[in-house]
């Protein structure tokens, strides 16, 4: 995507369900846990670039003894830095226990941090907000009762902040900050103290509060605490955590809309964000991981059973689709094709807007993140070209070129863009800042006919324009093109979005700016306001008032402004931009039909609550955070 965006996070979990001293054994290593939470965070680390964090849980220890550590850490490559201080740990282990210390399960957990049974990691994309150690996941809610601690990792934003924030208000809390992530973990917490007092109450008279601290471990009932935590919860969420009696559980949406993948065998029970990472990481089949269910949470007890268990009743499933074209990794198969296939879908239009010429067009993309859709449309464009063959050659339809030239010919494909540089934007003065900026792309010389060609390059998405119009384009038109045509395998962005997405100011969107023009140029100016007071005076999200900012013109209309809104007057080429259409995202993605980014069909009433007040804050002028 050259118009980089923050996004996503990425979830880890890894639960060991046979001793610890087992896999000491069998492969070796006392590491063996950490080993596999390393590969699992190190291959979502396209999720998170802005901090991590891992925490730990050790089940059964005794009173006086660690059982929950934590790292967090936003150094350029957390990751490694927090691993690295893990290592550590078995370092020092050998050198306190001797060579021996390493193959003792027992004494490691008893003497070592990050030898426990239960692991939880978290890759964080800040997605608003500073970004800190305190801002880091995992959170970890402390209490002296064991079944009470709870530490939270999440990919989540909450529409409803201020509304969950009021309830545990209500609830008698003092909440210290309102944002999502602590009103979650407060209201999660809350209930998980209420089951233990529940449980304590129902044993007070039989047992010791020492024996019924350890009934309460065990009949801790996790899905009962989620069910009543999560039913005031609005947005994308896939929420894990660890219980300090060594439970954990990650629950999922009601829409499916952010990922969670599981793996389960006699040894673990793995949790990520995407499939390839525990594919990788334990070097199983894909079709042995499974998907958690939206609105469901898979629960894991403390003694390594597990279960997945209704916690909300589903909705349509409407997963993000910007997962398949752009976010997740491109190893899984599944996406791998999708993404292909997204760039074949483009085929009819690029056709006609070289108006057939593949003689003197020139195909390439944007890289890196663009190549599987350009090898798709490649594939597509050879598709056409076997079609057109068999026409001439099998049906006997006339050609008006040379046979000999139709049978050998192969579309003209070049890497005509390099990203050459990671520049600062320290640069205040706005004409040097440009200058810079179009630097961001070298390109390759000597391969364009000038005044000929025509140049086709692919990317997988255009949300602000700003690449495009700054660097891409000036990078592109020194090669002399005749035309360049800018293509998008996603749809126009037309609204903001409020589950995971660094998308949430109207302004920014380049389709949004498109339509802004053409109501001003057609004197259609009213729109606005008319779309202004519906959502003042309706908002509670009933209904998205802004989809009719775009209802007057067509997609192509749409797109055709954004063409003329990316070239500055030195560009001489001609310039076009297309974007695929929703119809096809969705015959891509069939089992991600979220696109309320493109549509403004919102799955929650939240979702279309924030896009009205971010069209108010338009409106007003504000540049604040609309949920």
């Known amino acids: 995507m050259s118009d980089a965006i923050k996004h996503e996070c990425g979830i880890a979990m890894v639960r060991l ?25 190190q291959k979502q680390i396209n999720r998170g670039q802005d901090g991590a964090g891992v925490a730990n849980v050790k089940i059964d220890t005794q009173p006086g003894t660690r059982y929950i550590s934590r790292y967090r850490s936003i150094e350029p490559s957390a990751v490694n830095f927090i691993f690295d201080k893990i290592n550590k740990k078995y370092k020092k282990a050998k050198k306190l226990g001797g060579h021996d210390a390493l193959s003792g399960a027992s004494w490691l957990k008893e003497n070592i941090a990050f030898t426990g049974e239960v692991w939880l990691g978290h890759l964080r994309y800040g997605t608003h907000g500073e970004n800190s150690i305190e801002t880091c996941h995992p959170f970890l809610k402390q209490n002296n009762w064991r079944s009470r601690n709870l530490v939270m990792a999440g990919n989540f ?55 019924i601290t350890h009934v309460i471990e065990n009949e801790l009932d996790v899905a009962r605490i989620l069910r009543r935590s999560c039913r005031d919860f609005d947005g994308g969420y896939a929420m894990a955590g660890l219980i300090g009696n060594g439970s954990s559980f990650v629950v999922r949406d009601p829409s499916g809309i952010r990922p969670a ?50 916690i909300m009743p ?32 483009l085929i009819p239009q690029i056709l006609k807007a070289i108006d057939f010429d593949l003689k003197n067009t020139v195909f390439s993309y944007i890289p890196n993140t663009a190549e599987t859709a350009f090898l798709g449309m490649i594939e597509g464009l050879e598709d056409y070209l076997v079609a057109k063959r068999k026409e001439v050659f099998l049906e006997g339809k006339p050609h ?66 700003t690449t495009l119009e700054k660097s891409i384009l000036t990078t592109l038109d020194k090669l002399k093109p005749k035309k360049i045509i800018i293509v998008s395998s996603a749809p126009q962005i037309r609204f903001p979005d409020c589950y995971g997405i660094d998308m949430s100011r109207m302004k920014e969107f380049i389709a949004f700016r498109a339509a802004l023009a053409l109501l001003k140029e057609r004197g259609l100016d009213n729109i606005l306001d008319e779309t202004y007071d519906a959502c003042v005076v309706n908002p509670a999200g009933s209904e998205n008032f802004v989809k009719k900012v775009y209802e007057s013109f067509t997609d192509e209309e749409i797109s ?63 540049t604040v955070r609309a949920y």
């Open 17 to 41: 369900r046979k001793s610890p001293q087992y896999y000491i054994d069998k492969y070796g290593t006392a590491a063996y846990a950490s080993n596999r939470m390393y590969v699992l965070m």
């Open 157 to 211: 934003n909450m529409t409803n902040v201020e509304e969950l924030f009021d309830k545990l208000v209500q609830l008698g809390q003092h909440p210290k900050e309102k944002t999502d992530t602590v009103t979650v973990m407060e209201k999660i917490g809350h209930f998980l103290d209420e089951e233990n007092q529940r449980i304590f109450d129902k044993y007070k008279h039989q047992y010791s509060n020492e024996q």
């Open 261 to 310: 993948y599981y793996y389960a065998d006699d040894e673990v029970i793995v949790v990520a964000s995407e499939k390839p990472a525990i594919k990788s990481a334990f070097n199983i089949d894909f079709n042995a991981i499974k998907e958690i269910q939206p609105g469901h949470a898979l629960v894991i007890n403390k003694d390594g059973s597990y279960a997945e268990s209704e």
């Open 314 to 345: 589903a909705r349509k499933k409407t997963s993000c689709s910007f997962e398949r074209i752009y976010f997740s990794r491109g190893t899984d198969p599944a996406i791998y094709q999708e993404r292909k296939n997204l760039g074949k879908a």
């Open 400 to 465: 008006m070129g040379d046979l000999e030239d139709l049978l050998n010919f192969r579309p003209r494909v070049e890497k005509l863009v390099s990203k050459d540089v990671k520049l600062r934007t320290f640069i205040t003065n706005d004409d040097d800042r440009d200058v810079m900026v179009s630097s961001v792309y070298d390109t390759t010389y000597e391969v364009i006919k000038p005044g000929i060609d025509s140049l086709v390059v692919i990317d997988d998405s255009i949300v602000r324009g």
């Open 560 to 622: 055709t402004k954004i063409g003329e809104i990316v070239t500055n007057p030195e560009i001489e080429a001609e310039v076009q931009v297309i974007y695929q259409t929703v119809d096809n995202l969705h015959k891509c993605t069939p089992d991600h039909i979220g696109d309320w980014y493109f549509t403004g069909n919102y799955p929650t009433t939240g979702g279309t609550r924030v896009v009205n007040k971010s069209f108010v804050n338009f409106m007003e002028g504000k």
